[in-house]
């Protein structure tokens, strides 16, 4: 986080902290981070990375989905 405070250009801190928050099960700052990445990575240069942080948006999606299933659902 500090380091996109001191250069918010830094592509790659985005998909590193949409790792870390998706470890710590902060989903939706994992979301965010990860979203953001794809919507500034350029394809030509990211190509790789951005397939990575397409494959992690949806297992957080997908996580994030069973948890408001499960938290709605009686116990």
């Known amino acids: ?3 996109l ?6 592509i790659d801190v985005y998909i ?6 998706k470890e710590t099960g902060d989903l939706d700052s994992a979301r ?6 794809l919507s ?8 790789a990375s951005i397939r990575t942080a397409q494959r992690e948006l949806a297992a957080v ?4 989905g069973q948890r408001a299933t499960q938290s709605a659902s009686p116990h």
């Open 40 to 47: 500034r990575a350029s394809k030509m240069d990211y190509r």
């Open 61 to 64: 999606l997908k996580m994030h």
């Open 5 to 10: 405070q001191l250069d918010p250009d830094l």
């Open 1 to 3: 986080e500090r380091a």
């Open 16 to 21: 590193n902290l949409g790792m870390l928050y």
């Open 32 to 37: 965010v981070s990860f979203e953001t990445f």
